[in-house]
């Protein structure tokens, strides 16, 4: 059964960094996807990022503030997040999907099929 672990959450200063990263277990297979979701109290969940091993995305609100990537032979998925703003503040989780791309599904939280239980992201001065 797959197996998806947040970690790295925690405080931080607007206009700092901090690294997410997704311990994914339970397959085999290098064709997958794993996706970065977040979500706010009040707010539905969005789409962060995407990486398949054949293309990254991007939410329009953190393209080139935060970079995703992975290690294959670890099976995990980092989230590099630069320039926080207060607004990043939300519960980040990972998410699995079977397929080698993220297609224009991506940011649909439907779309996947396993999920961790979240690391929270505060961005507070």
């Known amino acids: 059964q797959v197996q998806l672990v947040e970690s790295g959450g925690g405080l931080v200063q607007p206009g700092g960094s901090l690294r997410l990263s997704c311990a994914a277990s339970g397959f085999t297979s290098d064709y997958y996807a794993i996706a970065w979701f977040r979500q706010a109290p009040g707010k539905e969940r969005e789409g962060v990022s995407c990486?398949?091993?054949?293309?990254?995305t991007y939410a329009d609100s953190v393209k080139g503030r935060f970079t995703i990537s992975r290690d294959n032979a670890k099976k995990l998925v980092y989230l590099q997040m630069n320039s926080l703003k207060p607004e990043d503040t939300a519960v980040y989780y990972c998410a699995h999907n079977r397929v080698y791309r993220c297609g224009s599904w991506w940011n649909d939280a439907k779309a996947y099929d396993y999920w961790g239980q979240g690391t929270q992201v505060t961005v507070s001065s």
């Open positions: 990486s398949s091993g054949y293309d990254n």
